[in-house]
């Protein structure tokens, strides 16, 4: 089965700090990988979305960027933290589960909580 | 995105029904994709649709109307823990969803 691992549960970073979330998908290969934000009660925000290794599409330009250096890691980073940058990052993943079946549902991670004080 | 459009609030009483529609814009749509997402969690797949019609999968079910461009998703018996958003995301052509702002369903005894 696959499962999806997402860290660290919450954050609190000063303004202009650097950012580094991480995220790893396991028992499936090629995902489709995707960095979403939530503000407080809002929708989910595109923020990245990956179909293969070094492959990035930046949905919303901002002081965020993303890389995906392995098949199954997709990494979330910042130089420089805004306030706005405050939120609840989700990590999903979509592709082959099981049977060599294609499943375009997202599955997601736990979440990260981040607070930029 | 894509013109996504679901009711922000709704309110419901234990053991009733409750449909929740969400529209979206119909050029380049693949499926339509509903999630439960508890307060602080992140979603969970609940129904998938592609075809006209309406699936049904215990207490929950979704219904698909691909050329009017809507969806409902129908909870029956409510529960307690039925509180919850309730997030309508069509699948595109592109391989990508989007998703609507959500649907905050409070049930009350």
């Known amino acids: 089965s696959q499962t999806i691992h997402q860290w660290p549960a919450t954050l609190v970073q000063p303004v202009g700090s650097p950012l580094s979330l991480e995220c790893t998908v396991e028992?499936?290969?090629?995902?489709?990988l995707y960095w979403y934000r939530q503000a407080a009660g809002r929708g989910l925000q595109l923020l990245f979305y990956s179909v293969g290794i070094g492959q990035i599409s930046s949905e919303v330009p901002q002081n965020l960027s993303a890389s995906r250096p392995q098949d199954r890691q997709f990494i979330l980073s910042s130089k420089k933290l805004l306030l706005s940058d405050s939120g609840f990052y989700l990590c999903a993943w979509s592709g082959l589960k099981g049977q060599g079946e294609v499943d375009y549902g997202y599955t997601f991670g736990s979440g990260t909580r981040l607070t930029v004080v | 995105g894509q013109n996504i459009d679901q009711p922000t609030e709704m309110t419901a009483t234990e053991g009733a029904i409750v449909q929740i529609n969400c529209t979206y814009q119909?050029?380049?749509?693949?499926?339509l994709f509903w999630y439960q997402q508890h307060a602080g969690e992140a979603p969970t797949f609940l129904s998938y649709?592609?075809?006209?019609g309406l699936e049904e999968k215990g207490r929950f079910s979704s219904f698909l109307s691909r050329s009017k461009g809507y969806s409902y998703l129908l909870l029956k018996e409510l529960q307690m823990k039925d509180s919850a958003s309730y997030l309508c995301?069509?699948?595109?052509?592109?391989?990508?969803?989007?998703f609507g702002d959500g649907t905050t369903l409070t049930v009350k005894p």
């Open positions: 649709n592609v075809l006209d």
């Open positions: 119909t050029s380049g749509f693949n499926g």
């Open positions: 028992g499936t290969s090629n995902p489709n």
């Open positions: 995301a069509p699948l595109w052509k592109a391989g990508k969803s989007t």
